[in-house]
């Protein structure tokens, strides 16, 4: 992600493309906030369902439904996301050994696959949900109604659209310009960049809970 210093230093159309994808984020973190809130609620009903069944026999009426229909809010609703953060699994065999202009079109070409797959959900998905509109779909047990759970398929998928989009012009651009300050991509970590940051959080937080490498400790002695 770029930088204040990098953003005051790009063209104007980067300069754009950052600040849109400045404001998805935080659309995404909303939408992500709203989805962890769902967690914890559920969470919440699933105590309050335990206590009530174990102890005053008085199960909560439409536990299951709920939860089914919850289900669908944080399971969908923080997919872009997760997506902005490459928390997704990805498959880098191949494409982690790919540098520079050879990286950047792999990557473009693969979310040009993503936009299509995402899209055809998102038809499908919009049809489920026109379906339990037009005939009142609703739950097995206390009949809740089923559109509004369905609706945040394509939903979801609509917002993870639009970041693949965001996305796609940020390879593009990286296509053209391969040295360019990377923007509206997801910033993928390797595995030392990821131990290395393990190691300096171990370090702030516990410094004697750190096992130090044979290398490192070796050195102390010598030292």
């Not at 998102?122 to 509004?148: C, K, L, Q, T």
């Not at 398929?153 to 639009?162: D, G, H, I, K």
Request: charged content about 20%.
């Amino acid at each position: 992600m770029a930088t204040t210093e990098d953003v005051q230093d790009l063209s104007p159309g980067a300069k754009r493309l950052a600040a849109i994808d400045q404001w998805w984020f935080k659309v995404e973190s909303a939408f992500n906030l709203l989805a962890a809130f769902f967690i914890f609620g559920v969470m919440l009903l699933g105590v309050v369902q335990v206590i009530g069944r174990s102890f005053f026999n008085q199960p909560v009426r439409g536990y299951v439904d709920i939860v089914e229909i919850a289900i669908t809010v944080f399971a969908f609703l923080a997919i872009s996301y997760c997506q902005r953060l490459a928390g997704h699994v990805r498959m880098e065999i191949i494409i982690g050994r790919f540098k520079g202009r050879l990286l950047w079109v792999t990557e473009t070409f693969g979310t040009i696959v993503a936009i299509s797959i995402v899209a055809i959900l998102m038809y499908y998905g919009w049809e489920h949900f026109m379906r339990a509109w037009n005939f009142g779909d609703s739950s097995m047990d206390v009949e809740i109604s089923m559109w509004p759970s369905k609706l945040m398929v394509p939903l979801a998928f609509a917002m993870l659209t639009f970041r693949l989009s965001l996305q796609l012009i940020g390879f593009l651009r990286l296509v053209i310009y391969p040295d360019a300050v990377h923007i509206a991509i997801p910033e993928l970590e390797t595995v030392e960049k990821v131990a290395e940051e393990e190691i300096k959080a171990g370090l702030a937080g516990d410094t004697e809970g750190v096992v130090l490498p044979t290398a490192d400790r070796e050195g102390e002695t010598n030292r």
